[in-house]
């Protein structure tokens, strides 16, 4: 009985020190990927930092277009001449026929059409634990732009992207944004990026490239009037005010 006892203590203090690797249950979905994984397009997810190659070929002088796309931090992309797609938690599949019907509503004219997965994602990596509650899912990295855009907030950071296409996952700026006051806030240093130049007049050296942590702002003119009716109730109430004064 003191020998069953024994090997019983023994049992519960090694327990515990035992290599998870042994005892975890590593389950995934059959949308997971790990590294090594080949690909099934359709059970793959795709999701911001997928890179898509699109080739389009159309009418009768078979004139060829080829795009690469990157999935941005909102799940969609820009297609030329098309406009914004959402791609987010669409197998391949399901992405090849959303963008052949945004497609074909553009292009009148017989095309031939393809669209393929050219590099995945950072994946998620399930060291142990289960699908729904993993132990850890890799390094999530942000990009915050507050001021005056459209929506302003938390975006994923996708490696490469300028400021200008942060401003474009954001919506855009808002009438009253002064773009060219716009400042990056990194670390402890602020920079400050003339955004009226990059996204009005098109001057891509002054696009500054964005990295992970970086805090966009877009700050507003002080004198803003939406139209000629604010703008003249403004200048009455600043005569009103002036003449109070004076008396």
């Keep these: 009985m003191l020998r069953i006892i024994s090997i019983i203590l023994v049992v519960c ?13 590593e389950t995934s979905t059959s949308a997971d990927y790990f590294v090594g994984d080949a690909i099934v397009e359709s059970q793959y997810k795709l999701g911001p930092g997928d890179q898509l190659g699109v080739n389009l070929i159309v009418g009768d002088n078979a ?4 795009y690469q796309f990157i999935i ?13 797609i959402s791609l987010l938690g669409l197998t391949i599949p399901e992405a090849k026929k959303i963008v052949n019907e945004k497609v074909k509503g553009v292009y009148r004219e017989k095309y031939n059409f393809s669209l393929r997965l050219t590099e995945p994602r950072k994946i998620q990596l399930y060291v142990t634990g289960s699908d729904d509650k993993p132990l850890y899912m890799g390094e999530q990295r942000y990009v915050y732009i507050y001021g005056e855009v459209a929506k302003s907030g ?10 200008s296409d942060y401003i474009s996952y954001a919506g855009g700026p808002t009438a009253r944004a002064n773009l060219g006051g716009s400042t990056i806030t990194r670390e402890n ?13 098109g001057d891509i050296s002054k696009d500054v490239e964005i990295l992970a942590g970086d805090v966009i702002s877009i700050p507003g003119n002080f004198f803003y009037f939406t139209d000629f009716a604010s703008f003249a109730n403004t200048i009455l109430l600043a005569l009103t005010l002036y003449s109070a004064v004076a008396r």
Aim: aromatic share 16%; glycine share 12%.
């Design 189 to 201: 240093s602020k920079i400050g990026v003339n955004g009226s130049d990059v996204i009005f007049n």
């Design 63 to 66: 004139l060829s277009l080829d």
């Design 13 to 25: 203090l090694v327990l515990p020190f035992a290599p998870a690797k042994a005892f975890a249950q």
């Design 72 to 84: 941005g931090p909102d799940g969609k992309i820009f297609f030329p001449n098309v406009g914004e």
């Design 154 to 163: 938390r975006f994923t950071y996708v490696p490469g992207k300028k400021f």
